[in-house]
């Protein structure tokens, strides 16, 4: 083990991709008291542990050792016409259980999407800022990324539609609802306007959706793929609002697309976690989802508050932030020459962390901006970590 052989190199595709700055820190930072605004954690507390404990009890009861077996690649039926009919249905996505596929967490979803649609050189529209997981994982492709503009109402769809025209992309990546970085929300009629763009160019869509539930105002309106239908992949999770740690997510879309996705998870994980997958089909059927979502949505929105609160207090002209109706992040920007890297150096040993921009960004534009989740910290820490996180902006000016 301690001989590492130098015939042995690591991939080009490998060598190449970045690590995620906020796995990094999470890493750095763990055992060590600190007000975390870094990942996209829900809070513990809010996790429905009574729920999870009966459904577990039942499961195991009624169905002895077979709920400890292998699932199918495809995943337990039952849950997948749950999703379709539950979770897909009312945003107007009309999808039968065999169109739904489950994988270990949606970030997977990203995983074998990327392996099934994309050639290396392929190029793929994202809007600018996104996901930086999302960016990592379709990277393991070796794609070339085309950031599209935004603004406070979603992608820009002129932009998209140079894009579209200039451009040869395999799919748009979109997070239309309360979106990461952002938090944006894109409007009903950006909604309209962006599935010409798509329909006038046949583009396929990717649409991932995590934080639909999470409104602290307006609900987000149908998905893209409603209207766009049957060019589009949507992406979910019961990571935000059930429990990341069952690390449960599905991929649903065209039906010919699915036997490839299912060949690309059969050769990484065979399936997801049957017993796990069992338990959520059980919380999704006997658990009063729209009740536990208020109660997310009642405490979230009160976080969110704080951290809006605290930022108009203490943060000096010259910085901006915006104003998420729902979701879990505030992006925040600071003046150009500003970078967010000299701010984490020295928040980070006053144990205050932040996701850093221009992980946001596939060309690390935005490196004086970061990212600030508000559902993890309580709004006692929330006001606590911003004041200081607010000095330590205030020294570099
Ligand atoms: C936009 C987006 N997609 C996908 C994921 C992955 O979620 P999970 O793998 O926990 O389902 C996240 C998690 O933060 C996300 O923000």
């Excluded at 996209?40 to 077979?66: F, I, K, Q, Y």
């Excluded at 990484?268 to 949505?297: K, S």
């Excluded at 996701?355 to 901006?369: I, K, M, N, Q």
């Amino acid at each position: 083990m301690n001989n590492d052989s130098d015939q042995l190199t690591i991939t080009r595709r490998m060598r190449g991709l970045p690590s995620s700055c906020v796995r990094d820190l999470m890493k750095a930072t763990e055992g060590r008291d600190t007000i975390s605004f870094a990942g996209g954690l829900p809070r513990p507390d809010l996790l429905p542990l009574a729920a999870v404990r009966e459904a577990t009890d039942r499961v195991l009861l009624r169905e002895g050792g077979s709920a400890l077996q292998y699932s199918s690649t495809e995943g337990n039926l039952e849950l997948r016409a749950l999703i379709a009919e539950q979770l897909l249905a009312p945003r107007g996505v009309r999808v039968s259980p065999e169109q739904v596929l489950i994988t270990s967490g949606s970030q997977q979803g990203l995983d074998l999407l990327g392996k099934v649609l994309l050639e290396a050189g392929a190029q793929v529209a994202l809007e600018n800022p996104s996901y930086l997981a999302a960016i990592q994982a379709f990277g393991l492709y070796e794609p070339e990324y085309l950031p599209v503009e935004m603004d406070e109402e979603g992608v820009l769809p002129d932009a998209l539609a140079r894009c579209c025209r200039d451009q040869n992309p395999s799919f748009f990546y979109a997070i239309p609802d309360f979106q990461n970085p952002t938090g944006r929300l894109y409007s009903r009629e950006r909604r309209e306007e962006v599935v010409e763009v798509l329909a006038r160019r046949r583009l396929p869509l990717v649409e991932d959706a995590p934080y639909s539930h999470l409104a602290y105002g307006d609900e987000p309106g149908p998905m893209l793929a409603a209207s766009y239908g049957a060019h589009s992949f949507v992406m979910g999770t019961v990571s935000k609002v059930l429990a990341p740690g069952f690390r449960i997510g599905w991929v649903a879309g065209p039906q010919r697309w699915i036997e490839p996705l299912v060949k690309a998870k059969q050769a990484t994980d065979l399936c997801t976690g049957a017993f796990v997958q069992r338990i959520v089909a059980e919380l999704l059927r006997e658990l009063d989802l729209p009740e536990h979502v208020a109660r997310l949505r009642a405490a979230y929105r009160k976080q969110r508050d704080a951290m809006l609160a605290a930022l108009a207090e203490h943060m000096p002209p010259g910085v901006m932030w915006t104003r998420p109706a729902g979701g879990m992040f505030v992006w925040l920007t600071l003046p150009a020459w500003l970078d967010a890297r000299e701010v984490l150096a020295r928040t980070l040993p006053r144990g205050v962390v932040f996701a850093l921009g221009e992980s946001f960004s596939p060309d690390g534009c935005y490196r004086h901006a970061m990212r600030l989740n508000f559902t993890n910290a309580s709004e006692a820490a929330i006001r606590q970590g911003i004041a200081i996180l607010a000095e330590e902006v205030k020294a570099l000016f």
